[in-house]
């Protein structure tokens, strides 16, 4: 009974998380990760986030880039493993990994309002100095490969000479796709017009599926909506049809690959409706968020039409569906996973474990923030929950900046971009950081004097700088030893 019960609370995390998040969040994001990789010179990506870029250039313009996606790390990470493999350093590259789905304004808005400035102020404070730190960690660790790295993307990238202008605008309207799909602005998510389908039991219809499906916002079920269930159905069959027609798109385009498009840029729009289920039959509202996503596949079909090569956008497809068959099936195991193990994590351990500022309690947060991951912003509702359920706040903060870092399936796809070791070094500094975070935090709330978390946060600080200096000593010496004659 228990591993039937694992099963379904698996199965059923993954339809909730297929219905809910994947559309308008996941599918732009492979699209602009294909675009970045066929559309962007390599020389485009280096100046601003290259290995050889300078420190003060390179890690804002990173923290920059994350701070305006308000996306998950299941969406971020396609997004970097397109500047990635275009030829970003490892550690520029890996703060806009971690400082896109931790700090980003929208969740540093949504947090400061839900739980309070306070708290919004410390994520974004540490998330930024945390980000910067871990990434520069991160390049002097492995500045070995990432110099080979460079040449790898200097050879696969060579000679691909300037951005156009076209193709630019062509990847600011995929941002502003994704952008008016997921921002949680008044105008995107008020309705300007309905219509109603005349189907006959669609309210049987949801409390069906939220039977098979529950939906308990303060546990973070999110259930599956009859929209929901409609939308799977045609991810099924963009599934389908993109298998057929863009496996070979560098040889030709087909007629699958055409109904393939079709059936994305129709199920976005169906996504971006608003669907009420009823006796009667099933309201379609029409949200500002439709028109935004419809005017952006708009723009985008006319500048690819009349402004892009076949090959451009051969490329574009192409690199597309590499990203989707690399990051997509290990998204759907660990979304599996996670169901499951959610299903055995018991809400009244958190008392136990976090109810105080303590290094177990931090750990515990951040643990927490692993094997119950939720997407972009629904975190802060569940760290609501968590807090009203006694967790400190301390440990609440190491939580809120590991779980949109830490999740599982985000660990099983960073580690098939860069690698099990760099992944695993930085999922450890990730883990070390937001515990010292929730440490610091939680020590300002229990009363500790500022001049006395300021020594200690200036103690860890000179020993991660020693650290640092070592470090850099030893590649050096390394290298020097390498390039000696042997006797």
Not at 102 to 119: P, Q, R
Not at 124 to 139: D, N, R, V, Y
Not at 430 to 458: E, H, P, Q, R
């Amino acid at each position: 009974m228990l591993i039937i019960n694992l099963i379904q609370s698996g199965l059923g995390n993954l339809a909730a998380y297929l219905a809910a998040h994947v559309l308008l969040c996941l599918v732009p994001a492979f699209f602009i990760a294909g675009g970045m990789t066929a559309l962007i010179p390599k020389e485009s990506v280096t100046r601003f986030l290259g290995r050889n870029t300078p420190k003060y250039i390179s890690y804002p313009a990173a923290v920059l880039a994350g701070s305006v996606l308000a996306v998950c790390s299941c969406t971020i990470v396609p997004l970097f493993a397109g500047i990635y493999k275009k030829g970003a350093g490892i550690g520029p590259a890996i703060t806009f990994l971690f400082f896109a789905p931790a700090a980003n304004i929208l969740a540093l808005v949504y947090t400061g309002g839900v739980i309070g400035v306070d708290l919004a102020f410390a994520r974004f404070f540490l998330s930024l100095a945390f980000g910067i730190g871990i990434g520069l960690i991160m390049a002097l660790i492995f500045s070995k490969s990432d110099l080979a790295h460079d040449q790898e993307t200097d050879e696969t990238f060579a000679g691909k000479g300037s951005m156009r202008r076209a193709t630019s605008i062509f990847l600011l309207l995929m941002v502003a796709l994704l952008l008016s799909g997921t921002l949680k602005l008044d105008f995107l998510t008020n309705t300007y017009g309905h219509f109603t389908l005349p189907i006959s039991g669609m309210d049987k219809f949801q409390d069906t599926l939220y039977q098979l499906v529950p939906y308990d916002p303060s546990k973070g079920e999110e259930g599956v909506t009859a929209q929901g269930a409609i939308l799977i159905f045609l991810l099924i069959l963009i599934a389908l049809t993109a298998r057929l027609g863009l496996e070979n798109i560098l040889e030709n385009f087909s007629n699958w690959t055409w109904l393939a498009l079709g059936f994305v840029a129709s199920t976005l729009l169906i996504a971006a409706t608003k669907m009420v289920p009823h006796a009667a039959g099933l309201d379609i509202q029409f949200t500002g968020k439709f028109f935004g996503v419809c005017l952006a596949l708009l723009a985008l079909i006319y500048v690819a039409r009349y402004h892009l090569t076949s090959d451009e956008i051969r490329d574009w497809l192409w690199e597309s569906w590499r990203f989707v068959k690399q990051i997509f099936p290990l998204l759907i195991v660990g979304v599996f996973v996670v169901g499951v193990i959610r299903q055995l994590i018991r809400p009244e351990w958190i008392e136990t474990l976090a109810g105080r500022n303590t290094l177990l309690g931090s750990l515990a947060g951040v643990v927490f923030g692993v094997f119950m991951y939720f997407p972009t912003l629904v975190e802060v509702p569940i760290a609501n929950m968590f807090l009203g359920l006694g967790m400190h706040r301390g440990p609440l903060l190491a939580y809120l900046m590991a779980d949109p870092e830490l999740s599982f399936q985000s660990i099983l796809i960073t580690s098939k971009i860069i690698g099990k070791l760099k992944t695993w070094v930085y999922v450890g500094w990730v883990a070390l950081f937001s515990t010292l975070a929730g440490l610091i935090y939680g020590a300002w709330i229990d009363g500790a004097s500022l001049l006395k978390i300021t020594a200690l946060l200036l103690l860890f600080l000179g020993l991660m700088i020693f650290s640092l200096i070592w470090i850099s000593r030893q590649n050096r010496f390394r290298a020097i030893s390498l390039h000696q004659p042997s006797e």
